[in-house]
């Protein structure tokens, strides 16, 4: 098929992955457009980094509750209804957003939020490593996440924009009308049933996921994962507001910091799919992704020693005088390097996961085990980076997050062993 052997453009003649990517881009820009938001929210309403952090963790908490059954219904069911589902649910928080009033309505819609993305993802994942061809899961898997990177890249230079121009109701109206098109493009373009064709008298719920936990690549993944996630949803958190309450950076210049990292992984995110397809050895990746990430996490709060050594440039534009300051060059380069272990780091990871899962026709489960072990960070980290940053300084806290994704490294190089499939692997897998 000319969409195993072709590259990341060529899936686009695909019609079911031209659905499927619809929905990562809706999800993507969502996301980084909110980040945005979030930074004007806790400005707006002067709030403490531990509140700040609440937005992160309000986000993630429900994720963790919901992830472990959402892998298993998605194996058993019609998951194309999941994904449209997911989309609904999206419009809906847009049009929550619009009403804020107070930082509570924040954080309650920051768990909604969490709901919907989890369901799109979770969903969207599996059925990109169900109906992909076995010798280019890479690329597909891959390709995926690059039209999320491009999205969030489109999230943070023209969600800032709009912010900027015109605030946040006709920002989230623009959010919806992406999300409704992709609504309309999976109802009409993906196949029913696309997901996992497990079957319920087979195995349970809770034995698929002891079978998976028995891996030891599995666990390896999982450890790393929840470790790592701390770290990471410190910096994805802290990063916009940091600029915004730190520098009094605009809306439109935080999307620009932002785009530094998704450009990078949206150049190649793709081709590091394909390198880990043709290469193999694919926890090197991980491995490697990992430890950049570190370096650019330990990178951000150099951004207050940036006056006097990077100097600000002053650009006019939409009719007003926007500074740059030292700083935003500072970020940039970091949240850039940032991007580039991403890129990695993540098709290796999630191929793996696939892989893992299809030995036990459990591909959404496995996939919601590397979702589960990532909130157990995500609800955690950021209030306790937020908590630390309160007590001590922007630099402790943000190395501190780096600190935690070092660890987290060396644990996976330790942890991580390659396994021969489990006996009855190819039956499962012919079936």
């Avoid at 230079?157 to 919806?176: K, V």
């Avoid at 700083?327 to 991007?339: K, M």
């Avoid at 290796?348 to 036990?360: D, I, N, P, Q």
């Avoid at 496995?366 to 589960?372: A, F, H, N």
């Amino acid at each position: 098929m000319a969409e195993s052997t072709g590259g990341t453009l060529r899936l686009f003649g695909n019609r079911e992955f031209v659905a499927l990517a619809s929905t990562a881009f809706a999800r993507s820009q969502a996301y980084s457009t909110i980040l945005i938001a979030l930074a004007l929210y806790a400005d707006m309403f002067g709030t403490s980094s531990t509140v700040e952090g609440l937005f992160g963790t309000a986000f993630a908490a429900v994720q963790l509750v919901i992830v472990l059954p959402l892998g298993r219904y998605i194996d058993l069911k019609d998951a194309k209804k999941f994904l449209l589902a997911g989309l609904v649910l999206n419009v809906a928080v847009f049009v929550g957003f619009a009403f804020v009033s107070a930082v509570e309505h924040v954080i309650l819609l920051r768990a909604v939020q969490g709901l919907g993305a989890s369901i799109l993802w979770l969903t969207g994942t599996t059925v990109v490593g169900e109906i992909s061809p076995d010798e280019s899961r890479g690329l597909w898997i891959g390709s995926y996440n690059q039209v999320g990177a491009i999205s969030s890249l489109f999230g943070d230079i023209f969600g800032g924009l709009l912010l900027f121009l015109y605030g946040f109701e006709l920002t989230y109206a623009a959010l919806s009308l992406f999300t409704i098109g992709a609504f309309v493009s999976v109802y009409l373009f993906l196949r029913d049933n696309p997901g996992g064709t497990a079957d319920p008298e087979e195995a349970s719920g809770m034995e698929t996921i002891r079978d998976l936990l028995g891996r030891r690549a599995i666990k390896a993944l999982v450890f790393f994962r929840g470790s790592f996630s701390v770290g990471k949803m410190a910096v994805i958190t802290f990063l916009p507001i940091y600029a915004r309450t730190g520098f009094g950076i605009n809306a439109f210049l935080i999307g620009g910091i932002m785009a530094g990292g998704k450009l990078t992984k949206a150049l190649t995110q793709g081709w590091v799919g394909d390198l880990t397809d043709r290469f193999g050895r694919k926890y090197r990746f991980i491995l490697v992704g990992a430890l950049v990430y570190a370096v650019g996490t330990a990178l951000i709060p150099l951004a207050g020693f940036a006056e006097g050594y990077v100097p600000g440039v002053t650009l006019a534009a939409f009719g007003e005088q926007m500074a740059l300051p030292g700083a935003f060059f500072v970020l940039f380069a970091a949240y850039a390097v940032l991007g580039v272990g991403d890129s990695l780091r993540l098709p290796a990871s999630m191929a793996l996961f696939v892989e893992e899962g299809e030995y036990f026709d459990a591909v959404g489960s496995s996939l919601s085990l590397r979702s589960i072990a990532w909130k157990v960070g995500q609800v955690g980290g950021p209030v306790f980076v937020g908590a630390i940053w309160d007590a001590t300084t922007v630099l402790v806290a943000f190395w501190t997050a780096a600190g935690f994704i070092v660890v987290s490294s060396i644990a996976f190089a330790y942890l991580f062993a390659s396994e021969a499939a489990p006996e009855g692997a190819d039956a499962v897998a012919g079936d």
